[in-house]
């Protein structure tokens, strides 16, 4: 009872004074200090309680101080605005051995905001170095246990590595050991080795295997063609050349097959996807604009345009405009278009068409349009009893026309309505 009364009798004495001092040796508190505690032999003890019983706490103060049995950690009450919570006042980090680790969520580097187990941020010089100096060479392991995963490791070599110093490893594997198989390898005089970790000496890039091939990129006819400045030497699989595609080089002129012969190109047929549309027809030898080394020919749209449509400008003769032949539609559109500025005209409609990429859509001629009649069967529909339009005139009256049902031609008066198929060249 006696200790107790003691205890009290300090309590009520401690209210007295606005400063506390607890030592054995009588000495005033600091200055700064409401409590200064002083031992060589002792400590101070906070309270002691479960993370649960911790979060119980009602109401904490901020500053509020406690020791958290689970994990061994002193937390305080933190006011950030009008949140309290409570944070570790020690390191996250723990110990195992020599060995720290932390598994409470990502660490961030130069961020406080990480969005993976390690996240580095360095805005103005981002670099990461990992060396070392074993033998055995310096690794990066990465690894995936789910089922199917499977390890690859990224090793600078050392001397006792098998394959020599100074090479740059790719290697997969069971796991993270220097016994994973060769994927890629660097060597020092900037010899690339796929396969294998020794590349010949005289090779920029060495694949070996038994039983894989190289497979070049593959690309058609036209892809080919439309890479921007090819460089002599470079080489392409080309999958639709001749019947059963081509293995290409490029020889700082043209594009011709391994042995420096012609290459193939892609024989185009009517009905193909092309251009934008259908090939429609491929020039034929006496056909005007014909060349025996490049195919060239009409495309069709795929589909009529969405509406009837008339000629345009019966009782005025249009400059120009009366080409029949292939190779003519084109500048009877444009002169249909620049002599007559009635609306809802077939070759304005046409003029105006950008379809699929193209905008060099004209009205076709007369000729032009019989090609596209004659291999209708796979261009699509039409519509079989309509009177499609040509960019052919006649007179002031009358231009031609084609009865889609039995592909005869007719004078066709220039203010009737007129199914509309647009063309282009190639």
Same mark, same amino acid.
């Given at each position: 009872m006696k200790n107790i009364l003691c205890v009290v009798f300090l309590l009520f004495g401690m209210n007295l004074y606005s400063q506390v001092a607890i030592n054995s040796e009588g000495s005033a508190p600091?200055?700064?200090?409401?409590?200064?505690?002083?031992?060589?032999?002792?400590?101070?003890?906070?309270? $002691?309680?479960?993370a649960a019983e911790r979060d119980a706490i009602i109401n904490?103060?901020?500053?509020?101080? &406690?020791?958290?049995?689970?994990?061994?950690?002193?937390? /305080?009450?933190?006011?950030s605005g009008q949140t309290q919570s409570w944070v570790s006042l020690g390191s996250q980090w723990l110990s195992n051995g020599s060995s720290v680790y932390y598994t409470a969520g990502n660490v961030g580097m130069g961020t406080s905001a990480p969005f993976g187990?390690?996240?580095?941020?360095?805005?103005?010089?981002?670099?990461?170095?990992?060396?070392?100096?074993?033998?055995? @060479?310096?690794?990066?392991?990465? =690894?995936?246990?789910?089922?199917?995963?499977?390890?690859?490791?990224?090793?600078?070599?050392?001397?006792?590595?098998?394959?020599? %110093? =100074?090479?740059?490893?790719?290697? $997969?594997? /069971?796991?993270?050991?220097?016994?994973?198989?060769? &994927?890629?390898?660097?060597d020092t005089p900037g010899n690339v080795g796929i396969g294998t970790t020794s590349p010949n000496a005289s090779a920029v890039l060495d694949a070996s295997s038994s039983n894989k091939g190289f497979l070049p990129p593959r690309m058609s006819n036209e892809q080919r063609d439309a890479i921007a400045a090819p460089v002599a030497g470079l080489m392409i699989w080309c999958s639709n050349c001749g019947p059963s595609g081509q293995l290409q080089v490029y020889n700082g002129t043209t594009w011709t097959n391994m042995v420096g012969g012609t290459a193939l190109?892609?024989?185009?047929?009517?009905?193909?996807?092309?251009?934008?549309?259908?090939? !429609?027809?491929?020039?034929?030898? =006496?056909?005007? @604009?014909?060349? !025996?080394?490049?195919?060239?020919?009409? &495309?069709?749209? %795929?589909?009529?345009?969405?509406?009837?449509?008339?000629?345009g400008c019966i009782g005025s003769s249009i400059n120009g405009a009366d080409g029949t032949a292939l190779g003519t539609g084109n500048q009877n559109t444009l002169d249909i278009v620049a002599g007559c500025s009635e609306p809802?005209?077939?070759?304005?409609?046409?003029?105006?068409?950008?379809?699929? @990429?193209?905008?060099?859509?004209?009205?076709?001629?007369?000729?032009?349009?019989?090609?596209?009649?004659?291999?209708? !069967?796979?261009? @699509?529909?039409?519509?079989?009893?309509?009177?499609?339009?040509?960019?052919?005139?006649?007179?002031?009256?009358?231009?031609?026309?084609?009865?889609?049902?039995?592909?005869?031609?007719?004078?066709?008066?220039?203010? &009737?309505?007129?199914?509309?198929?647009?063309? $282009?060249?190639?």
């Open positions: 600091d200055n700064s200090a409401m409590l200064d505690i002083k031992s060589n032999t002792k400590g101070i003890l906070v309270p $002691r309680m479960t904490p103060a901020t500053g509020l101080m &406690i020791f958290c049995k689970d994990d061994n950690q002193f937390y /305080a009450v933190k006011q187990a390690l996240h580095i941020v360095n805005p103005g010089y981002p670099h990461l170095n990992l060396e070392g100096s074993s033998i055995y @060479g310096t690794w990066v392991s990465l =690894g995936n246990t789910t089922a199917g995963g499977t390890w690859y490791n990224i090793i600078s070599t050392g001397s006792g590595n098998g394959e020599g %110093p =100074g090479k740059l490893l790719f290697m $997969r594997g /069971a796991g993270p050991s220097n016994t994973l198989n060769n &994927i890629m390898t660097f190109v892609h024989v185009l047929v009517p009905g193909e996807s092309y251009g934008g549309g259908l090939i !429609a027809y491929v020039l034929q030898s =006496g056909d005007p @604009g014909y060349d !025996a080394n490049v195919q060239h020919g009409l &495309i069709v749209a %795929p589909s009529d345009q969405p509406f009837v449509y008339v000629w809802n005209m077939a070759a304005t409609t046409c003029e105006n068409l950008v379809l699929n @990429g193209y905008s060099d859509w004209y009205l076709p001629s007369k000729d032009e349009l019989n090609k596209v009649y004659l291999n209708k !069967a796979v261009l @699509g529909v039409f519509d079989n009893f309509g009177y499609y339009a040509s960019s052919t005139e006649i007179d002031q009256t009358f231009a031609w026309g084609q009865y889609w049902n039995t592909g005869a031609q007719y004078y066709m008066p220039k203010n &009737i309505s007129f199914n509309v198929r647009a063309v $282009r060249t190639f």
